[in-house]
């Protein structure tokens, strides 16, 4: 009678800690690439962002220029700050407060429940009614050198920052043309803070 014998074959804790070895190479290499998708997602959201709070603002200035009262862009009116600024679209049903709270916000700063919305990811230019339409009025807080800002209250870094012009367009931008003014568009006043 013959007798059976089962071989059992299993890893070596060798082949095992090669495997393991070659998994952790592929992963670190696909960091990088993930994380950059990541954060061009999120830049393009904040682009969006910028695009619903001035297709909100355009609407209140025409609005505001059909009727011949009330708020229109933010320059135009005398003493415009952020605070007005946030209340007059709120009052005239432009954005509910939760909106805006959703619109300013970005990751990595976190947003109070008051109104206007505190800390910013965006920062809004005083433009006019009579601005050009290449004039900038939007931007990501991590553009134009406000480093009074708290840091929570910048988003992104180095990695990038949005622009977003008061004609509608915009884009996501590299660190590099931060001074471009022939890319960027042209820069009216200094605009108006957001509170830290």
Do not use: H
Not at 54 to 81: C, E, K
Not at 90 to 113: E, Q
């Amino acid at each position: 009678m013959k007798k059976l014998t089962r071989s059992l074959k299993a890893f070596t804790l060798i082949e095992l800690l090669v495997v393991i070895s070659i998994i952790a190479i592929l992963a670190s290499l696909a960091l990088p690439a993930v994380t950059g998708a990541l954060t061009r997602g999120q830049l393009t959201q904040s682009l969006n962002n910028a695009r619903q709070l001035q297709l909100a603002t355009q609407t209140m200035a025409i609005d505001s220029f059909t009727a011949g009262d009330g708020p229109g862009w933010p320059g135009d009116s005398d003493g415009a700050d952020w605070g007005s600024f946030c209340t007059s679209l709120v009052d005239g049903r432009y954005l509910t407060a939760n909106d805006l709270k959703k619109i300013v916000s970005a990751p990595g700063v976190k947003v109070g429940n008051s109104l206007p919305p505190s800390p910013s990811a965006l920062q809004v230019y005083p433009v006019k009614e009579n601005s050009p339409g290449d004039s900038i009025f939007i931007s990501t807080q991590n553009w134009n050198g406000f480093s009074s800002l708290k840091p929570e209250a910048i988003p992104y870094g180095e990695k990038g920052f949005v622009i977003f012009r008061k004609g509608g367009d915009g884009n996501v931008f590299q660190a590099n043309q931060a001074t471009n003014t022939n890319v960027l568009g042209t820069l009216v006043g200094q605009g108006f803070a957001p509170a830290p």
